[in-house]
């Protein structure tokens, strides 16, 4: 069966639904297509919540159905061949399609390291699936040892949200010396160990686990060191891989480094008439360029309107090259942000750089009901006093915080700029406008400058 369409988006993720609605707005003319792979996929970041803050997994749905009220097909199928000189994909159905433009918004893959043991019962990669998930929470929710395996963003969110199931004794394992280590340093890392230790949530960072026990079904992990932990279950977050089959079946160019979709500033990839946007395109980072890692939805929908816009013709012009990798997480009440190069990846790249700290309180006075701590950090060039990379933690208040932040390195703002950055204050909401963190660390900054 062959079905013609004008614009097709392979996935319907953030990446590929942002895709949808920008190409909408700007091309109302033409015949949209979204291909979902799974009858019911899920709102990615909300995925660790569905075990413990939202009462039924169900509620992580994202809905597809706004989508097709505003004329956009949306078919359940998945895309297995890419006929680029005939300009059509051939699905698991046996479907063909053929396009004018197409957009590869697949995102990515579990990483499943091979351990022996690591296909057990009771083992979960995270899919972006939800009737996958919701046995999953099922079986999580039972009760038991808890090992979750990644102390990056997703392990340490799994861990803080399945530490709130009473029957459950959860350890959080890392191969690296802390959590966190590739968006924070120390300072921050060590305030989100603290806050999961007291979740009652066991951290063992430095620790590699080789193999997996148990018949069938998983009974416990085995580390390099020799010690073993009982587990029940075992959640893999580990990070993922970009979703590239397709594109490199189809002849599309890859990035060598991390083997994401090779686009241009615009998404476009080797082929004029083919985007790639969200976790399966490549990602250069802001200040080096180098090819880097990024899989964020925030960052998945920016590409996606630049796609989605840019088609047909160039109508969005993009000035900020790079991408800027922006973080926040949420453990138990602390949120910790990040934005850009930390100190650490500064000094590995040979940047020179200065670094302003503030601490103080995020409402004022700060004896009002809720007050808490808040901390910012901020490195800057040594020689040009350009902002290049920011951390935040706190209360709710850092999570837009770090935005402030990000844009600020987006557009390149200066540490005498952000000394004299006029801000809107108000006792219940911010730090007082004589103490605003961003303020502060930026005078410190230059106080070291001069």
């Known amino acids: 069966m062959k079905e013609k369409t004008d614009i097709l988006i392979l996935g319907a993720g953030p990446a590929g639904m942002i895709s949808a609605l920008t190409a909408l707005k700007y091309y109302p003319d033409k015949q949209i297509t979204v291909l979902k792979s799974v009858a019911k996929g899920v709102v990615p970041c909300g995925i660790p919540y569905m075990f413990s803050s939202l009462t039924d997994p169900e509620d992580n749905e994202l809905d597809t159905t706004g989508l097709e009220k505003k004329r956009v097909r949306v078919h359940i199928d998945e895309a297995v061949t890419l006929e680029r000189a005939k300009k059509t994909v051939l699905t698991l159905s046996g479907k063909e399609y053929s396009y004018e433009k197409l957009i590869v918004a697949v995102g990515s893959k579990p990483i499943v390291p091979p351990i022996p043991g690591i296909d057990k019962e009771g083992i979960y990669p995270i899919l972006k699936d939800m009737e996958y998930l919701k046995q999953m929470v099922e079986k999580v929710r039972s009760g038991g040892n808890v090992l979750v395996i990644g102390g990056g963003f997703i392990g340490v969110e799994f861990a803080d949200e399945v530490s709130k199931i009473p029957s459950c004794k959860v350890r959080l394992v890392e191969i690296l010396p802390r959590l966190l280590s590739r968006s924070f340093d120390p300072e921050f890392s060590c305030e989100v160990e603290e806050k999961l230790r007291s979740r009652g949530v066991e951290v063992l960072t430095g620790r590699k686990v080789t193999a997996f026990l148990g018949d069938k079904k998983v009974t416990g992990a085995r580390f390099e060191n020799g010690e073993e932990f009982a587990a029940d279950r075992v959640i893999l977050g580990i990070g993922a891989v970009p979703n590239t089959e397709l594109a490199s079946l189809g002849g599309i160019e890859l990035r060598k480094a991390t083997g994401g979709i090779w686009v241009d500033e615009y998404m476009r990839t080797s082929d004029s008439d083919i985007f790639a946007v969200g976790d399966c395109a490549g990602k250069r980072d802001f200040y080096t360029h180098?090819?880097?890692?990024?899989?964020?939805?925030?960052?998945?929908?920016?590409?996606?309107?630049?796609?989605?816009?840019?088609?047909?013709?160039?109508?969005?012009?993009?000035?900020?090259?790079?991408?800027?990798?922006?973080?926040?997480?949420?453990?138990?009440?602390?949120?910790?942000?990040?934005?850009?190069?930390?100190?650490?990846?500064?000094?590995?790249?040979?940047?020179?750089?200065?670094?302003?700290?503030?601490?103080?309180?995020?409402?004022?006075?700060?004896?009002?009901?809720?007050?808490?701590?808040?901390?910012?950090?901020?490195?800057?060039?040594?020689?040009?006093?350009?902002?290049?990379?920011?951390?935040?933690?706190?209360?709710?208040?850092?999570?837009?915080?770090?935005?402030?932040?990000g844009m600020a390195i987006q557009q390149r703002v200066s540490v005498s700029e952000l000394e004299t950055l006029q801000m809107a204050t108000h006792p219940f909401l911010t730090a007082a406008p004589t103490k605003y963190g961003i303020v502060v660390a930026a005078q410190d900054a230059l106080s070291k400058m001069r």
């Open 290 to 405: 180098k090819d880097t890692s990024v899989m964020l939805a925030s960052t998945a929908t920016a590409e996606a309107r630049i796609a989605g816009a840019n088609l047909y013709s160039l109508k969005v012009v993009r000035e900020n090259k790079g991408t800027i990798a922006v973080y926040s997480t949420y453990v138990d009440g602390l949120v910790l942000g990040s934005a850009g190069l930390t100190g650490y990846s500064a000094d590995k790249e040979g940047f020179e750089t200065i670094t302003g700290s503030a601490e103080g309180m995020d409402k004022h006075p700060g004896k009002l009901p809720g007050s808490g701590k808040l901390k910012v950090k901020l490195i800057f060039s040594k020689q040009s006093g350009t902002l290049m990379g920011g951390q935040v933690s706190g209360g709710i208040s850092a999570g837009e915080m770090i935005n402030i932040i």
